[in-house]
């Protein structure tokens, strides 16, 4: 299932220049001219100094929350080529913050910053082309910028990934290159990912199915908690497909599915 806009959307974009600029701001915190030299230095076109306002505002720390003043500050640090405070711009627009949701605006910012390699604007330039939001619907446009950022270790589009290629939408259905990003993601903790590279192993046919290989990574992934690979995992032990066959097993699994997830299928299902 597509992750939903925008994965790590919801909170400011934090960098150490920032957290000095918030610590000196604040009243008590260094002398008393410090707020009026970070204003200063922004009026006079430090993009950090800048960025660093618009968070400030954004938040209302050490001062009054204020998202008219906060979008001022963005915007001229976005402006001046500030890739975080684009990304921030983007989010804000994508999702209304403390102005009118504007998805043409959402992708102009997200642009801007993913075209500077900014990857968390790449992924959630992918999802408003797959979602043709703010720009008609394209999904070769979302697979490229997904591979964008996959390509820079983003876990999310890693998995996402996965799932495009092993449904064919937007790219050519290929269950190897879908196994490859969903073990990428696998690898760095996904559990999804776990549980969709399992069932690729225990359902395609030829060189791909792997019984063995499939029951680890559903039984990793059901180790973490993940309802559906617990209850898949009891189909293996009770049916002995890549793991020995053990009825106690079996029904410790369906058991914990359905206290942890209330999860009841129709007994004749597979995974």
Avoid: C
């Avoid at 957290?19 to 200063?40: D, K």
């Avoid at 043709?132 to 950022?149: D, E, F, I, L």
């Amino acid at each position: 299932m597509m992750k939903k806009l925008p994965v790590a959307a919801l909170g400011i974009i934090i960098i150490p220049a920032v957290l000095l600029a918030i610590y000196l701001f604040l009243p008590g915190s260094g002398p008393a001219s410090t707020g009026g030299r970070l204003i200063a230095t922004a009026e006079a076109g430090d993009r950090d100094a800048q960025f660093s306002l618009g968070s400030i505002y954004y938040h209302g720390i050490g001062t009054t929350q204020d998202y008219a003043e906060s979008v001022k500050w963005f915007r001229m640090a976005a402006e001046g080529g500030h890739t975080d405070a684009q990304y921030k711009l983007g989010v804000i627009y994508s999702l209304g913050y403390g102005i009118e949701q504007d998805y043409t605006e959402a992708v102009k910012w997200f642009r801007m910053a993913a075209e500077q390699g900014d990857v968390f604007a790449q992924y959630d330039l992918g999802e408003i082309y797959h979602q043709g939001r703010g720009v008609p619907q394209n999904s070769q446009q979302a697979v490229q910028w997904w591979t964008k950022a996959a390509e820079q270790e983003h876990l999310p589009a890693m998995s996402v990934l996965g799932t495009v290629y092993r449904d064919g939408k937007g790219v050519n259905q290929n269950q190897r290159t879908a196994a490859r990003w969903f073990r990428m993601a696998a690898d760095r903790g996904d559990t999804e990912a776990m549980f969709d590279l399992g069932r690729i192993y225990l359902n395609e046919r030829g060189v791909m199915k792997n019984d063995a290989e499939a029951a680890k990574w559903i039984k990793k992934a059901a180790e973490q908690g993940h309802v559906p690979a617990q209850y898949a995992l009891s189909f293996l032990y009770a049916y002995g497909r890549g793991v020995e066959q053990n009825g106690a097993k079996a029904k410790k699994w369906y058991t914990r599915a359905v206290e942890e997830g209330g999860f009841k299928p129709p007994p004749s299902t597979a995974p």
